[in-house]
């Protein structure tokens, strides 16, 4: 079976000391949903995430597509 969308695992922590204020963390792709909830549930016993479980988030990405399709202006 082909894999057609993959599940990626993300963290963001807020804190006004870092540059641009949050650190966003790819915490790992999975080939389903369970397998990206099972990884946040393991991460989530880990020093600084424990202590920020509100920073992740699961998307779902269709394979060979573009994510972001439009370009971006800097102001």
Known sequence: MKIKFVYL?????????LLASEDVKLIGVYSDE???????LRAELLEGFK?????FEISCNK???DEWSSGFVTE
């Open 63 to 65: 394979i060979d597509q």
């Open 34 to 40: 369970k397998k990206a909830i099972e990884a946040q």
């Open 9 to 17: 695992l993300w963290h963001t922590h807020y804190d006004e000391k």
């Open 51 to 55: 202590d920020s479980k509100e920073g």
